[in-house]
């Protein structure tokens, strides 16, 4: 059974419809990449799966493990094993990383019906997981994303991630502002997190990313539609003839 | 002038109980200055630009019992910090039996006034009444008219006090509502150093009006953490003044809890060369609550630092103000002042007056002001939830969050940790009015 399954979906923010019927269904343990140009509806597609509440779905459906996905609360989706990672993560000014991730774990577990995570074990976990993105370790303690670094930002995203283990991660545009290095690290940290169990959607912009995560599927996004959908070859055309290509292609097919 | 009398009118019985206490002869004289300043100023109305955002309501024409004339004995566990020295004062009586001061160093005085000032300690005679603002302030007055005792203590000259010295105040003993007056002196010597924790706590619709005198000598340092965490009926209303000498040191920490009306007035003088004061505080508001602080740092010296951080967490119809003022004097050049004011609004009905003025007369100076008045940021929010903590949870965490910005600087652990707790379970009662869960 497919763990995401998006229907015909239209979403609109403040009347203007932005998602024109986005239809995508997404298998346990796969990769895709959901690419297009600025505007073309993406980063709306990343925040309507994770339930920011001024996206109004006006139409279609999502569908995760088997639930409606709309009838969940945002924090419901988290604890389903839904995982958004911010194209810009917010700092949280007198909360530290650690209590905030561990705050976030022990909701999951609960929900899960299963204890709380005991200090020694949480500890442990955390030193275990921060390698995976080689974040260092004064970052724990200070508050969540304060003074970071845009990378060390992106890094903390993925340290999340590896945390809290979900079924389907979004990474909404977390190459953006990467340096070379940042990047191998945040694509390293993804690759060693990737499981017949778990699936990604990337979202991105530019094809970079996807030489070091390589996707089973490659979707181009413009102006709210899903206007092909490919392998990583896609990605690797889109990069020589960027996306005007692929722009014209529907008005074209209009007016034949 | 008739006007005053009626206003005195409803305090009459209780004026006339403390007047027939016997007192040594320092705090009678203090109660005759204070009772005929009272006389002419009468209870303060919103006419009066300082008090326009002030309702007394509450305690015009009401009739307070006086407090008992010996002290009843209170479990007083729930506050007790560990390592303190403990001074008890219910309804403003000193309660020796559930005081725990302790074998002290030589020339140290920590006890009641009382005894301060039947011992003839020059102490008490020089600075009992000289901070306070007697004539001009109604409250001042009052607490003045009605001094019964209080807390003294003195710290002589170099001398280092490691155990921190805690003052309770129990008011509304025995759920009467009672009107006090606590009273407390603290003069700390040149080069001493010493902390104090100040709790005002109670469980009825009290009147408490307690007044404090802090003098300090050069190159002392003095930490000063107050705590009002009076009934959600009672009024307090306080006044607290204090001087400080050169190369001083003063840092409070004013945590405001409690209190269907909380009014503090705090005047601070920097009368020496690089005196320092850090004036910090959180005041909590909930249901129709008002907390209001008046606070007025003149830089009287040159080469003085300033530094105030108040924060306000506001919800229900709750009311706070804020009036912070700094002055300057001509002469107080290289004046470093800073004053910060930033309030959280968790409801639509909750109101906050923040007033800060700057009277500079001297040319060499940096200060600063701001203040905010803004609710939770919404993506903070969005960002916890989506990482699976709960709706609730998201804003109590970032909600105590920026109430720990103030916390954090309590300097004893054990009531640093304890106010964590009181502060959580406050929000946590504020987003769960209920109790659903």
């Given at each position: 059974m497919a763990l995401l399954e998006l229907t015909n979906l239209h979403v609109s923010v403040d009347g203007n419809e932005i998602l024109k019927g986005i239809d995508?269904?997404?298998?346990?343990?796969?990769?895709?990449?959901?690419?297009?140009?600025?505007?073309?509806?993406k980063s709306t597609l990343a925040s309507v799966l994770?339930?920011?509440?001024?996206?109004?779905?006006?139409?279609?459906?999502?569908?995760?493990?088997?639930?409606?996905?709309?009838?969940?609360?945002?924090?419901?989706?988290?604890?389903?094993?839904?995982?958004?990672?911010?194209?810009?993560?917010?700092?949280?000014?007198?909360?530290?990383?650690?209590?905030?991730?561990?705050?976030?774990?022990?909701?999951?577990?609960?929900?899960?019906?299963?204890?709380?995570?005991?200090?020694?074990?949480?500890?442990?976990?955390?030193?275990?997981?921060?390698?995976v993105v080689k974040l260092d370790e004064s970052l724990l303690k200070r508050p969540v994303n304060e003074g970071f670094s845009g990378g060390e930002k992106k890094r903390n995203e993925i340290?999340?991630?590896?945390?809290?283990?979900?079924?389907?991660?979004?990474?909404?545009?977390?190459?953006?502002?990467?340096?070379?290095?940042?990047?191998?690290?945040?694509?390293?940290?993804?690759?060693?997190?990737?499981?017949?169990?778990?699936?990604?959607?990337?979202?991105?912009?530019?094809?970079?990313?996807?030489?070091?995560?390589?996707?089973?599927?490659?979707?181009?996004?413009i102006d709210g539609r899903i206007v092909r959908s490919g392998d990583r070859e896609l990605a690797l055309q889109l990069e020589d003839q960027g996306y005007e290509w692929l722009e014209v292609e529907p008005a074209q097919a209009a007016s034949a | 002038m008739t006007q005053a009398s009626t206003d005195t009118g409803a305090f009459a019985s209780a004026l006339d109980a403390v007047a027939g206490l016997p007192a040594p002869e320092l705090l009678q004289d203090?109660?005759?200055?204070?009772?005929?300043?009272?006389?002419?100023?009468g209870l303060p109305n919103r006419r009066q630009e300082d008090w326009r955002f002030t309702g007394l309501k509450g305690i015009e024409g009401e009739v307070f019992a006086s407090p008992a004339a010996v002290a009843p004995r209170i479990d007083v566990t729930p506050w007790r910090v560990s390592n303190a020295r403990l001074l008890v004062f219910v309804d403003g009586i000193f309660a020796p039996d559930i005081s725990e001061i302790g074998d002290l160093p030589d020339?140290?005085?920590?006890?009641?006034?009382?005894?301060g000032?039947?011992?003839?300690?020059?102490?008490?005679?020089?600075?009992?009444?000289?901070?306070?603002?007697?004539?001009?302030?109604?409250?001042?007055?009052?607490?003045?008219?009605?001094i019964a005792d209080g807390a003294f203590i003195h710290v002589p000259a170099g001398m280092e006090?490691?155990?921190?010295?805690?003052?309770?105040?129990?008011?509304?003993?025995?759920?009467?509502?009672?009107?006090?007056?606590?009273?407390?002196?603290?003069?700390?010597?040149?080069?001493?150093?010493?902390?104090v924790l100040e709790q005002h706590v109670g469980d009825s619709a009290s009147l408490s009006c307690p007044v404090s005198e802090i003098v300090i000598g050069e190159g002392a340092v003095l930490n000063h953490l107050i705590v009002q965490e009076e009934n959600l009926s009672a009024h307090h209303l306080a006044v607290r003044e204090m001087k400080l000498a050169a190369d001083s040191r003063y840092s409070a920490q004013s945590i405001s809890l409690g209190g269907a009306l909380a009014r503090t007035d705090i005047g601070v003088v920097l009368d020496g060369e690089r005196a320092e004061a850090s004036l910090d505080g959180l005041y909590l508001g909930d249901g129709s609550q008002q907390a209001n602080t008046h606070l007025t740092v003149r830089h009287a010296s040159p080469n003085c630092n300033s530094h105030q951080l108040y924060k306000g967490i506001l919800a229900g119809r709750a009311k706070a103000v804020f009036n912070g003022r700094i002055i300057v004097d001509q002469d107080a050049q290289k004046t470093d002042a800073k004053q910060s004011n930033r309030n959280l609004l968790l409801s639509d009905d909750a109101v906050v007056n923040s007033n800060p003025q700057l009277e500079i007369f001297a040319d060499d100076v940096r200060c600063t002001h701001g203040s905010t008045?803004?609710?939770?940021?919404?993506?903070?929010?969005?960002?916890?939830?989506?990482?699976?903590?709960?709706?609730?949870?998201?804003?109590?965490?970032?909600?105590?969050?920026?109430?720990?910005?103030?916390?954090?600087?309590?300097?004893?652990?054990?009531?640093?940790?304890?106010?964590?707790?009181?502060?959580?379970?406050?929000?946590?009662?504020?987003?769960?009015?209920?109790?659903?869960?």
């Open positions: 995508l269904t997404v298998n346990p343990g796969e990769v895709h990449a959901i690419m297009g140009p600025n505007g073309s509806g994770a339930g920011r509440e001024e996206y109004e779905v006006t139409a279609g459906e999502i569908h995760y493990a088997g639930q409606d996905l709309l009838e969940l609360d945002a924090e419901i989706r988290a604890r389903e094993g839904l995982f958004l990672a911010f194209q810009y993560p917010v700092e949280i000014p007198g909360v530290s990383n650690t209590y905030f991730l561990r705050a976030a774990l022990n909701a999951i577990r609960s929900h899960r019906g299963e204890e709380e995570i005991d200090a020694m074990d949480f500890l442990a976990l955390v030193r275990e997981k921060v390698k340290f999340h991630l590896a945390v809290l283990e979900p079924r389907l991660a979004i990474l909404d545009e977390t190459d953006s502002g990467l340096d070379i290095d940042a990047l191998k690290i945040v694509a390293d940290g993804v690759n060693s997190l990737r499981d017949p169990e778990r699936s990604f959607v990337l979202i991105t912009h530019y094809q970079r990313l996807l030489n070091y995560i390589v996707p089973d599927f490659v979707h181009v996004l | 203090l109660r005759t200055r204070g009772r005929e300043s009272f006389a002419t100023l020339g140290v005085v920590v006890s009641n006034l009382v005894l000032a039947t011992s003839g300690s020059e102490a008490v005679a020089q600075h009992l009444g000289s901070l306070a603002p007697l004539e001009e302030h109604p409250f001042a007055a009052l607490n003045s008219a009605l006090l490691d155990r921190p010295i805690q003052l309770v105040f129990i008011s509304g003993s025995g759920g009467r509502a009672t009107l006090s007056a606590p009273r407390i002196l603290i003069v700390a010597e040149n080069g001493s150093r010493a902390t008045v803004g609710q939770l940021d919404e993506e903070a929010v969005f960002y916890l939830r989506s990482r699976g903590i709960g709706h609730d949870e998201a804003i109590q965490l970032l909600t105590l969050a920026f109430a720990g910005e103030i916390l954090e600087r309590v300097p004893v652990i054990e009531l640093r940790d304890r106010l964590e707790r009181v502060v959580a379970a406050r929000l946590a009662a504020i987003a769960d009015p209920e109790g659903k869960k």
